[in-house]
């Protein structure tokens, strides 16, 4: 039984590696990524160490590698870009940093001395009773690194366990050096719980529901805390939602896809890809009390769309919903490259078009309908709703951006495209250019230290409103998106432990298919917080 920071590990470095390829890199000067993993002081042998491009239209194939017999490792043939370095060691954590390095590598550079220093993980392990002592089986466990002080804990994030074993057994392990929550059942945040039985309520170590009241867990460095035992007394109230799909006529429809969205105090929760039977019905078990909303989603195979059925679970199940599919709304014409360079030699059909009506309620979250566009440069968007359309064009050609600059519908520009209930608009013409210019940067800093995960750089051009946020990485560097060629603003922020901003910025001049350079200095030597976020 694992953590899911094991897992997220194992997802990176060894499930990831059947991701299939994009379009073939460039061919350019190959870099290298080297350094030495070790434990207690001592190379470690024998463990893989992966560098994954974090570039849309790139491979996600990790280049891997493994340490020789002295803990060092050297990955060739890395292509320009932004890459996420780590070792592949469940057994072990890396220790007092962040387990991924962030890097962005340029072209022949030899990047060295990119180390790792392992530790071995934490352990709590335990059961989970009910309330006459017997063991509850397949039951999920949660554990809740804590911050701050005792009195007052944060909790920053929570890490999931496999379900407890035939005894009621759930070890979790690989854990940083901390202070945990353990807890075991059903939190009310969560949905739905498909398959269970019975649910309980959300239960902490060793038999409260309230966090405050949970015993807290101590983690050191390849310690094992036994016995952290829970006993789940509360069970949650679960009911069953029936539904019905129909289309306007109301013939049920078959085969659909829909989503259920849950509403928090401040936030909604979505979970989707589930389909009607064979007749139109829905049925949904183990549906926990709270206010939800049901809806279709976009499908190439239905042009249909639903305003969301909302409805409430309070103390029994729902029955007779009925979503009522309308038919759907759709955009259809032609995409024109408009001074895209020959050299990029881009095809429309390597492209996607994007289509959205303006959402007036910012607790929908319904997919953006979507289609491929066809090597003629033709298009066809249906599933939409009424209201005003916007449209975007995606390629997942590594380093080229788009973005639509003219809509014209039969040869009149228009500033806005209004599609209105059952109207189906033909005959637009869209011009899309390419965004190839970049900016590259570093950040220094002066009279102190800082963490440059701490550090938020936000690049926007002269005139627009809103601008990208490049991340920063652990050497200080960042590489925006595909931009416009034009004169952008660089505003490189940190906020320091007293909260208070310091900032500095520069203008920079992009242009199609160059990368701008740009150097900015941070300095610290006012702060009296010494500059330590």
Not at 277 to 290: L, Q
Not at 301 to 319: C, I, L, N, S
Not at 386 to 400: K, N, S, T, Y
Request: proline share 6%.
């Amino acid at each position: 039984m694992v953590s899911s920071t094991v897992k997220i590990i194992g997802c990176l470095f060894v499930a990831c590696l059947m991701v299939q390829a994009q379009n073939p890199a460039q061919k350019t000067n190959p870099s290298t990524i080297s350094g030495k993993v070790t434990f207690k002081g001592k190379g470690l042998p024998g463990i893989t160490v992966g560098a994954r491009s974090q570039q849309s239209g790139r491979s996600r194939n990790p280049l891997m590698v493994t340490t020789d017999q002295l803990g060092n490792y050297r990955i060739p043939n890395v292509s320009p870009g932004e890459y996420e370095v780590m070792p592949a060691a469940p057994q072990y954590l890396v220790g007092g940093q962040a387990p991924i390095k962030k890097l962005i590598v340029s072209e022949g550079e030899n990047l060295e001395n990119v180390d790792f220093v392992l530790v071995r993980g934490g352990v709590i392990t335990g059961k989970v009773v009910g309330a006459d002592g017997r063991p509850l089986i397949e039951e999920p466990v949660e554990i809740f690194p804590m911050g701050g002080t005792d009195a007052k804990p944060l909790v920053l994030m929570n890490l999931h366990s496999d379900p407890t074993d035939d005894r009621g057994v759930y070890r979790i392990w690989g854990l940083r050096p901390g202070k945990y929550r353990v807890a075991a059942g059903v939190s009310q945040e969560r949905m739905y719980v498909r398959g269970t039985p019975s649910v309980y309520s959300q239960t902490y170590h060793p038999s409260t529901t309230d966090p405050s009241e949970a015993t807290l867990i101590t983690v050191t460095e390849g310690s094992e805390a036994t016995n952290v035992d829970i006993t789940l007394r509360r069970t949650v109230n679960v009911f069953t939602v029936y539904a019905r799909v129909v289309d306007a006529e109301g013939k049920p429809l078959p085969n659909a896809m829909y989503a259920l969205q849950k509403f928090e105090q401040n936030s909604s929760m979505t979970t989707s890809g589930f389909t009607s039977d064979s007749r139109g019905e829905i049925k949904i078990d183990n549906v926990t009390p709270g206010k939800y909303a049901l809806y279709l989603e976009p499908s190439k195979a239905v042009d249909v769309y639903t305003e969301p059925v909302r409805f409430e679970v309070v103390d029994q199940d729902v029955k007779d919903l009925v979503i009522k599919a309308s038919s759907g709304n759709s955009v259809s014409g032609v995409v024109v490259l408009d001074g895209v360079d020959e050299k990029l030699a881009i095809k429309p059909n390597e492209l996607m078009m994007l289509a959205r009506a303006e959402n007036k309620d910012p607790n929908n979250h319904i997919r953006t309908p979507s289609a491929v566009i066809n090597p003629d440069g033709s298009f066809h968007v249906g599933g939409l709703r009424p209201g005003v359309i916007e449209l975007a064009v995606w390629g997942q050609r590594q380093g080229v951006a788009f973005e639509v600059t003219q809509i014209a519908r039969d040869g009149v520009v228009q500033s806005a495209v209004e599609i209105k209930p059952g109207e189906q608009i033909k005959g637009l013409r869209v011009l899309v250019k390419t965004r190839t210019g970049r900016v590259r940067g570093l950040v220094k800093v002066e009279n102190g230290r800082i963490g440059f995960s701490h550090v938020s750089v936000n690049i926007k051009k002269i005139g627009e409103n809103s601008g990208v946020m490049p991340q920063v990485d652990d050497r200080g560097r960042f590489l925006s998106d595909p931009l416009s060629a034009g004169l952008y603003e660089v505003v490189v922020t940190v906020y320091t432990a007293h909260g208070r901003p310091i900032s500095t910025q520069q203008q920079v001049a992009v242009a199609d298919n160059q990368v701008a350079e740009v150097m900015l200095t941070l300095d610290l030597k006012s702060d009296p917080g010494q500059g330590r976020p």
